[in-house]
């Protein structure tokens, strides 16, 4: 495939806006980026793609997401609304999750996964829990994602809030999941596999430590970590140590774990975070709509952390992320020169893009070059003033929406073309989904704690 008639923005480091040029797509790779009338010249047989003068740029990378949320949009938490994080967790997330099928883990990644398509976003890192259906589930949602056509790295929350036997079963998912994806490419290798832990506050060191047995030496860990200062709390009410220190001690961390939220880690946890080479993932929208407050992300970017950007399972919207990313800390910081827009793309673009090349790292990912792979947007913008490479960060957090995506490209094949789905049936999965959560939205009312009834 060939993409004519496009403004490229490459995403190099430094990075490049390219007029007058074209990409050539061979199976799932881009093969040459060059001058239109070389490349039309060099591959006269090729399929054109047209652009119509967009910008055609590597697709959005999320860090930390989990599809099964899916279903708590529109739900009503009966009673007094949540005061706390645990509160939210104990009155939402858990009774949700809970009430998960098969049937309703499948749907609830088809529709992020449509929503990922939509809205430009080709590699997600997902954080699955759905206790009384853990065995299985991420087959059922790599299926999910190989239909989609997207990127994806998998894994299953292990907790210890449902009992032993669960967490055990959990422990079994992630490794029998983890060697499918070593025994052959699961989706054409486009799903890999990581281990996945809730959050040390429903974590036993017995299962810390069974987890640590059970992964494989080269496999890391993906987990919650001080996103409420209830997490802290417990650990030191259970272990005499902070959250970081605790999770250091049961050999946790490292440059193959992911450290979703970090908001409550003082000077020795952000030491042994960057010492450790763990990445952190930041999800402002999460941090703000729970109440937990805010990382310190200029100061963990500092300290050498490769802090990257998730979405936590809102919309698969990264450029909206991106505008929260930007302001949040202005606001949070009571001053405006806090949060300067290449941070974001430092989080955003360069470190999510290395943390996607660690699960794929047959090729560069999240980048527009000769041997990287062909995951692409087409991008509907029209600047009305010069944009430059020194700008783009602010043409894209004042500018850019994710809706202006029209074209998506993954792995070198078309998933959506002027706005139309060409891998998934979104009125379809739709309506199926809104069936299933009619059961699913009953069975969360009777999981539901006796005091919010
Ligand atoms: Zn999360």
Known sequence: MLIINGKLITWENPNRVLENCAVYIEDDKIVD????????????????LDAHGQYVMPGNICAHTHFYGAFARGMAIPGPAPKSFPEILGKLWWPLDRSLTLADVRASAEVMLVDAIKHGTTTLIDHHASPNSIDGSLDVIAEAVDQSGLRAVLCYEVTDRDGLEKA?????????FVERTRYGPVAGGRVAATFGLHASLTLSDATLDACRQAAPDDVGFHLHVAEGIADQDDSLAKSGLRVVDRLYQHGILGPRSIAAHAVHVDAREVWLLSETGTRVTHQPRSNMNNGVGVAAVESLLRAGIPVCLGTDGFTSTMWEEWKFAYL????????????????VVQMAVYNNARLARSFFPQAPLGILTPGAFADLILVDYQPFTPLTVGNL????????NDGMVTGTICAGKLLMHDRKLITMDEEAIAA????LAISTWERYNKNLPFSTK
């Open 33 to 48: 980026v060059g001058p239109q009338a070389e490349l039309t010249a060099r591959y006269p047989q090729t399929e054109q």
């Open 168 to 176: 055990q079963a959990g422990i079994r998912e992630n490794v029998r």
């Open 328 to 343: 949040l800390q202005k606001a949070w910081n009571l001053d405006p020169r806090r949060m300067n827009g290449a941070d």
């Open 393 to 400: 960060p602010w043409q894209i957090i004042f500018g850019f």
């Open 432 to 435: 199926h989904a809104s069936e």
